[in-house]
């Protein structure tokens, strides 16, 4: 997980880490980072989709049968 967050852009490194690790409320990110709550939403989405990405082939499904 580690080497993942690390793989995020700056910008969506620094809101997911003081969203998804810290806990830190969108309001009080928008604050420290002088960013918008939208723009703070904006990047955790983008930040969360390429962590998805990113993290997707380590859960991937092996031989499930049906």
Do not use: C, Q, W
């Amino acid at each position: 997980i580690d080497t993942a967050i690390n793989r995020l852009p700056e910008g969506f490194r620094e809101t997911y880490v003081l969203a998804d690790v810290e806990g830190l409320p969108n309001a009080e990110i928008a604050d420290m980072l002088h960013l918008s709550v939208p723009a703070v939403k904006s990047r955790l989405h983008r930040a969360r989709l390429r962590m998805r990405e990113l993290l997707a082939p380590h859960f991937a499904e092996v031989g499930v049968a049906s």
